[in-house]
């Protein structure tokens, strides 16, 4: 029998702050900041550069990625990333949750129970984030908070460099497709980088996707 060893974790004071300021941030700015050092081509590929310009030349203004409306930023995605990619196999891009099952021949686990209402405050709590390009834990629970808005998603798993997520509601059609692949890229692009996948066949990947994963080297 698996025996269950539980500890609660007991929020500092300033949590419920950080959380009101997550809630009140523009998700799109956040993720137009992770940007900053990204360049994607014509091609759908990627190198280290400056990203911020205005001047159109594959590179997108934190002002276009941030905007409301679709239209503003839809026809500089459709012209980097191009048509939807053909003959992609699924599985080249297919992870499966790591943490969700109880490893073969472990006894005890470990749980730790934390006073969150969603799964998007949990990087505050634990105040998870913030080396080299990892997000501040404010600025993960801004975007986990939007992606849970839109698509029901939730973390479950979250260890010293990799987070999990179960998507509901995942998008289908070819034009959120390429806006989410890019978020993702904004958010993580250490996770496409190191698996050497191309954004532009990212984007079939996450039609009717329900898990995602993100890691930071």
């Not at 297919?94 to 749980?111: A, D, I, M, N, Y």
Request: aromatic share 12%.
């Amino acid at each position: 029998m698996t025996e269950i060893l539980a500890e609660r974790v007991q929020p500092e004071v300033e949590t419920a702050e950080i959380v009101r300021q997550a809630q009140e941030m523009d998700a799109m700015r956040v993720l137009a900041k992770g940007l900053d050092y990204q360049e994607i081509n014509n091609t759908g590929e990627w190198r280290e550069g400056p990203l911020l310009s205005e001047d159109g030349s594959g590179r997108i203004p934190v002002e276009v990625f941030s905007a409301a409306d679709p239209r503003t930023y839809l026809p500089w995605i459709e012209e980097v990333l191009g048509p939807w990619p053909e003959n992609i196999n699924p599985e080249e891009f297919s992870k499966h949750p790591q943490r969700l099952t109880l490893p073969e021949g472990l006894k005890t686990v470990s749980l730790c129970l934390l006073p969150v209402e969603q799964s998007w405050q949990v990087p505050v709590l634990l105040g998870w984030g913030a080396w080299n390009e990892c997000p501040l834990p404010v600025e993960h629970a801004c975007v986990h908070l939007y992606w849970y808005n839109r698509y029901g998603a939730e973390i479950v798993c979250l260890d010293g460099d990799l987070v999990e997520l179960i998507v509901p509601h995942p998008p289908i059609t070819l034009e959120e497709c390429r806006k989410l692949a890019l978020e993702h890229f904004a958010y993580s692009a250490d996770t496409l980088y190191q698996e050497d996948w191309l954004l532009k066949d990212y984007v079939a990947h996450l039609s009717g996707n329900q898990f995602w994963f993100f890691w930071w080297d």
